[in-house]
């Protein structure tokens, strides 16, 4: 008996022992990557938050130390820094509302069916694929230019329809800069919300759509009682995801406005406080906090993620 119960054990021992050579095996073609991702976002990340503790600013190279908190005081009390947030906030709720309409619409538009509709959802999709420095500069020079963007060029040709002899010639980006830059973002974001409802307007239970229109319902009411709750998790998916990408926008902002005239968002006022005012301790305080505050927003995302995975499982 004594044998047999010491015998167990080392059986077990034999089995588990291959089993782990064998996940050890399936794993170690990952551990490159594993930790080639490490070294480039861990470890940067790891050096500002060091960086956002010491007193460094390469105006005064001698006045260097350790600062304790004093960096992270220093962004809640930063008048400029409080208004960067604040432009950060309106900038991504208005972009992020709005591209989830339109989005919205686009998407309806696309689960129809009609002819050239694959051609279609191409064009629709192309601005979210255009490099974010180049659809700033498309904005800021062939539709904002007030000589020759095609929005003056539009007043002009109307104001000819009517026989008007001097056009409103705007200069777009100085009378509404943040009109301007969200604009922008919102031509851009829209493809990326539709294609984030169209996939949740193809996963809509057929046959309970079917059923309400043989009962009477109108197409308003299959969209109020059936579309739209079932999209509830496609929408704060999309928000979510868009403003964890928006909140750390810097292309737009720096190309259309060069962050003057009230549009500086965090990300343009680090870049300002690090590359400008060469304080790198502070820029690196405020860095850790646009990293927290999108932690916090993606572990939102992951959580509707899930949830909706979970969904698609139990269909």
Do not use: C
Not at 64 to 72: Q, S
Not at 84 to 113: C, E, F, N, Y
Not at 286 to 298: L, R
């Amino acid at each position: 008996m004594a044998t047999q119960t010491l015998d167990r054990p080392l059986a077990g021992a034999v089995r588990t022992g291959p089993k782990r050579a064998a996940e050890w095996a399936r794993r170690a073609p990952l551990l490159p990557a594993l930790v080639f991702t490490i070294i480039i976002t861990q470890l940067p990340f790891v050096v500002t938050l060091i960086i956002s503790f010491l007193r460094w600013n390469a105006l005064d190279p001698d006045d260097r130390g350790f600062a304790g908190l004093g960096n992270y005081i220093a962004v809640a009390t930063d008048s400029a820094l409080r208004s960067s947030v604040v432009s950060t906030v309106i900038l991504t709720v208005a972009v992020v509302v709005v591209s989830l309409l339109l989005g919205l619409g686009l998407a309806l538009l696309l689960d129809q069916r009609f002819r050239g509709r694959g051609f279609v959802r191409t064009l629709l999709i192309a601005p979210f694929l255009v490099v974010p420095v180049a659809a700033a500069l498309l904005w800021k020079h062939v539709l904002y230019n007030p000589e020759y963007g095609l929005l003056n060029g539009a007043l002009t040709w109307i104001w000819g329809l009517f026989g008007g002899a001097t056009p409103p010639q705007p200069d777009w980006i100085s009378t509404m800069p943040k009109i301007a830059v969200e604009a922008a973002l919102v031509w851009q974001w829209t493809p990326f919300m539709m294609l984030i409802l169209l996939a949740g307007l193809q996963s809509r239970p057929a046959d309970a759509v079917e059923a309400a229109r043989m009962d009477g319902a109108t197409p308003w009411q299959v969209f109020r009682y059936l579309t739209l709750p079932h999209l509830r998790q496609y929408l704060e998916l999309g928000g979510l995801l868009g403003s964890i990408y928006i909140v750390q926008n810097f292309d737009a902002v720096f190309t259309i406005t060069s962050g003057g005239l009230g549009t500086a968002n965090l990300p343009y006022t680090i870049y300002q406080t690090f590359f400008q005012a060469h304080d790198y301790g502070q820029a690196s305080a405020a860095g850790v906090v646009v990293v927290i505050a999108s932690i916090v927003i993606a572990t939102f995302a992951l959580r509707v993620v899930s949830s909706l995975l979970r969904n698609e499982v139990k269909r």
